[in-house]
């Protein structure tokens, strides 16, 4: 795990590295509370902090202040540290949203087992977390876990001049699987479908389940060509695969139908996440109504 020390004094911050580097953590160090601060606004932030109280730049209090003042983001753990120790300046320490306080000079000891206390409770939050952005069925994402992550994409993609594209894919006739052979085998459709929307995408691409056996995959980087490229291996893959029958000697062929588009944010275009995906599904609406097994690419011409 990785920790952030900021600390002003140079023989402190060396002698507090040394220790953590010891104990296993990966350590991140700042000079100031500007440059905590810094390290704090990165999206790969530590989420574990010892910050010392007095710091050019920004002080221990005002960066817990600033933490804790960005709803969204993942949970910074805050150690405070500091030479004061009257009882009012605990009670700010604490007040400014740092979860525990040690007074200097400090036992190592003690700041071992109270950093593995704020582990814990990072680790907790994350498995809570990972638990809430995963689809129970098929291991994808959740739609709201989706849209977080894709509005993050849209938003790199804007500030390095990138392309963004999305497929939309949808089972073909799904309620006739249900129909015949019960949910217990549509749900193992839904996880044939998701685990080839998977393996046949790209590594940094992230898949989602949109609505039931409707799945959303987000292509960063890629333009309409490559995205379609995208679509058409999952579909050709959906197609040629035999899903097994447990207990029976029978097999089950399903088919799909996507939608696709993709957007160039060059020069700050501030197209949003929804408007893309809505295209993406009015195009996967004509590939239903042109005969499913197809993947049609949202043409601004023809849709609107
Ligand atoms: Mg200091």
């Known amino acids: 795990m990785r920790i952030l020390i900021a600390e002003d004094e140079p023989v402190s911050r060396q002698l507090l ?3 953590l580097l010891e104990w296993g953590y990966e350590v991140v160090a700042a000079r100031d509370g500007q440059e905590a601060l810094t390290i704090l606004e990165q999206a790969d932030r530590p989420s574990l902090a010892v910050l010392d109280w007095m710091m050019p730049g920004a002080d221990g209090p005002e960066i817990c202040r600033w933490l804790r003042s960005c709803e969204n983001d993942s949970y910074v753990y805050v150690i405070l540290l500091t030479a004061r120790n009257q009882e009012g300046d605990l009670v ?3 007040e400014s949203g740092a ?3 040690m007074v200097k000079p400090f036992n190592p000891e003690e700041l071992k087992y109270r950093l593995r206390i704020g ?6 939050e994350q498995k809570i977390l990972r638990l809430a952005s995963t689809d129970d069925l098929t291991g994808l994402l959740t739609r709201r876990a989706f849209m977080e992550r894709m509005e993050s994409e849209m938003h790199r993609m804007r500030r390095e001049n990138g392309m963004m594209g999305i497929i939309i894919g949808d089972i073909d006739f799904f309620k006739t699987v249900n129909d015949t052979y ?4 549509g749900d193992l459709v839904l996880q044939h479908f998701a685990q080839c929307l998977q393996e046949n995408c790209r590594t940094y691409d992230y898949v989602g389940r949109y609505g039931g056996e409707e799945f959303i995959i987000g292509v960063p980087g890629a333009g309409l060509l490559e995205t379609t490229e995208i679509a058409e291996r999952i579909r050709n893959m959906v197609q040629n695969t035999s899903i097994p029958l447990p207990g029976r000697d029978e097999v089950i062929k399903i088919t799909a139908s996507f939608g696709v588009d993709a957007v160039n944010l060059r020069n700050g275009n501030e197209y949003m996440a929804e408007e893309l995906i809505n295209h993406a599904d009015e195009a ?3 590939a239903k109504a042109r005969g499913r097994n197809c993947s049609i690419i949202y043409s601004r011409a023809d849709m609107q």
């Open 17 to 19: 590295q040394n220790s």
């Open 92 to 94: 700010r320490g604490l």
């Open 99 to 101: 979860d525990d306080y």
């Open 119 to 124: 582990q814990r409770i990072i680790e907790q």
């Open 182 to 185: 019960g949910h217990l085998v």
């Open 284 to 286: 996967l609406y004509l």
